[in-house]
Structure formats: C-alpha cells, structure tokens
C-alpha cells in the first residue's frame, strides 16, 4: 500500500489517515523480516518483503534497512532465483519467475549488483523461445505452463536489470484478446481475460518497472559485480 501512494503522487507517511512508512518500521523485526500476520499466522514472504524493500526506498533517505535486504537474500536459491517462500531447513529451494522479477528490482533499488546478476542469468536462462515464462511454483506435482502473471512479473525485473523485453512483450501481445484484456494461462482451454493478469501485463507493455512507476521514480542504476579475488 506504501509503494501504490507513491506510484500515485500521495504520501506514504499520511495516506489515509495511516503513516505507512512508521507501521513498516514497526513490522520489521530483529531479523530484518517484515511479519505479515493474521489470525491464521504470519504469511511473509519474499514476495511481500521486496515490496517492503521497495516502498522503502523510494520513502525515506536511508532506503530499506540492511537487515531487510540481507533476509530478502536468504530467498536466492544457488542458481540464481528466488523462492516464492523463505526456506525452511530440509526444505529445496525452487526458484520462480514472479518472486525472482520483484526481488530483482528490488536488488536493484537498493545497489546491490551481485545478487541481482544472477538473478538476470536465472531469468534470462529461464524465458521460452516466444518470449513467455512458466510457473509450477502453486503445483509442483503439475508441469509448469506458460502464465502471464509470471512472465509481466519477469518483464518488470529485467527492464529494472537493463535488459530487453522485446519478445516477453511481443508474446504478451500475442495473447491479448479482443476486449484488450489477457487470460492468467493462454494454454488452456480458458482465454477468458483475466483482471489481475491484464494488470500486471500493463507494466510490462510500457517498459516501465516498480522502481519507475510514478513520481520521484528511483534513479536508475548501472549493475556491477566484482569477482572474488582468488585465494592464495
């Protein structure tokens, strides 16, 4: 909600009668994680800890805390992309396109290069032949499908990470419908337009990212990442 008044040109620290920013702040706990509880438990996730990150950011001098963004990597699976849950011991880490394009921007809104290159080689490495990315990360038991939730959500890290999304929008575009609105799986038998997935393509068609959206946009940033030196 922090990140949606800024994108409209309100204050996030008196939107509604509520300061966002302070409660962020009051959410966040020693381990840099922001809680998301509810009567049935606490629901934080990478997912909801990038947006955090990215609100942040973009609403105070200092940015997101260093513990945030250190928690937010403990989501970063070893080949490169981000779990949709934060790991529990024993637990694979399975990487998927939605939570590996938010946390991306938000690594880069916060300068932090390295974790976000690999996240550009998981993604990039990961995008079909017409452009689409597909995700299992609801049912893994299922074969992961073209979905466009998953691929404008993808579309969103790499314009952050500087890296063309000509054939991710070019397969959006291709699975648009007639009444302008596109469907959350184009392979199935139901091409009904979907609200959710039409919204989130919209970013994606104008080339725009959660760090860009809106006013007082943060500045973009050339990713850089050094190599270890070598041990001697």
Known sequence: LALVAQATGKNP?????????SELGTLMDKGGRFRDDS?????????GQSFDILALTRATPGGAPKA???????????????????PK??????????????ALQALVATDNGCPAVKAI??????????????????????PATANVNSTAYAALGLVAGHQ????????????????????V?????????????TAQALDAFAGSSFLTIGPSPIAAKT???SPTPAST
């Open 13 to 21: 620290a008196s939107f509604g009668g509520f300061d966002l920013i």
């Open 39 to 47: 009567k049935f438990g606490d629901f934080s996730n990478p997912l």
């Open 68 to 86: 945030s963004i250190d928690n937010l990597l403990t989501a970063q699976c070893a080949d490169g992309g981000f779990a949709e849950a934060f």
């Open 89 to 102: 011991a024993g637990a694979p880490c399975s990487s998927s396109p939605d939570a590996t394009g938010l």
């Open 121 to 142: 080689s998981w993604l990039t490495a990961h995008e079909q032949a017409d452009g689409s990315f597909a995700n299992k990360a609801v049912d893994k038991s299922k």
């Open 164 to 183: 063309s999304t000509a054939k991710v929008v070019a397969y959006l575009s291709s699975v648009q419908g007639a009444d302008g609105g596109l469907p």
């Open 185 to 197: 799986n184009p392979g199935t038998s139901n091409k009904k337009s979907d609200v959710y997935a």
């Open 223 to 225: 990713l850089t990442c």
